[in-house]
């Protein structure tokens, strides 16, 4: 089983990064083309390689489920662990991903970098590395060594002042409340606006409680579904499972 150090080594060859540790995975950008280069077929302009916020990171999945879908992949993602960007739990997929890589790579070449063209927002701890003059744009497989790669960063090892720190991590939370309050004001716009459209509904309702309009039996029919791996429990609430899997 491969080390931490030889995974990263062989992850940043592959793609032409520079991640440092393993927990950057979460974000599920890497993983997304892990498989782009074995199917090179995975929409790399819809992944967030700049992704912050872990429902960012959870679009990044689920652009990864769709192509498991496409391609029959039997394999479920654990995307709520894997979002919290643990190291054990990144560690096993990453473990996982490789040996599916090594099983269906072709060995065709793969330009990491000219497929992340347009990708949007590529943040300096995951900038391309320096090509030189040894790579000419397909993939060398057979050299996965880390190669002496310096971690791209904006400050040098104990540069970085604690103010600045402090008020970095302020601005990032204060971001993430406000983008966190916009999601809550529109969850409870819809939420009006469906609770009325199910009071309409129900005031056409006949005496035993059925409603005799076919269109209005397919909106309370898609007023009251719901998606998979999803139950309705006794009390009516919709509730979600322990882990949700994609």
């Known amino acids: 089983m491969a080390?931490?150090?030889?995974?990263?080594?062989?992850?940043?060859?592959?793609?032409?990064?520079?991640?440092?540790?393993?927990?950057?995975?979460?974000?599920?950008?890497?993983?997304?083309?892990?498989?782009?280069?074995?199917?090179?077929?995975?929409?790399?302009?819809?992944?967030k390689f700049g992704a912050k916020h872990e429902y960012e990171f959870i679009a990044n999945f689920k652009v990864m489920q769709n192509v498991f879908k496409a391609k029959k992949i039997d394999k479920p993602i654990p995307v709520e662990r894997l979002v919290k960007c643990k190291m054990q739990d990144n560690l096993e997929f990453l473990q996982w991903i490789r040996r599916f890589w090594e099983q269906n790579y072709g060995g065709q070449g793969y330009d990491p970098v000219g497929r992340r063209k347009g990708a949007p927002d590529?943040?300096?701890?995951?900038?391309?590395?320096?090509?030189?003059?040894?790579?000419?744009?397909?993939?060398?497989v057979g050299n996965s060594r880390a190669g002496g790669r310096t971690p791209v960063s904006g400050h040098r090892s104990g540069s970085t002042q604690p103010n600045e720190a402090v008020q970095h991590l302020t601005a990032q939370l204060k971001e993430m409340s406000g983008h966190l309050e916009g999601l809550e004001k529109e969850r409870d716009f819809y939420f009006e606006k469906l609770r009325e459209i199910e009071i309409l509904v129900q005031e056409q309702m006949d005496p035993d409680g059925l409603l005799q309009e076919p269109t209005l039996q397919k909106i309370q029919a898609i007023l009251y579904s719901t998606e998979d791996g999803f139950e309705v429990p006794e009390g009516g609430a919709v509730v979600d499972e322990e882990e949700e899997t994609f």
């Open 3 to 47: 080390s931490r150090a030889e995974l990263l080594a062989w992850l940043n060859d592959l793609l032409q990064i520079n991640y440092t540790k393993i927990e950057q995975c979460g974000t599920g950008a890497a993983y997304c083309q892990i498989i782009d280069s074995i199917y090179g077929d995975l929409p790399m302009s819809r992944v």
């Open 122 to 140: 590529i943040p300096a701890t995951v900038a391309p590395l320096s090509t030189g003059g040894s790579r000419t744009g397909g993939l060398n």
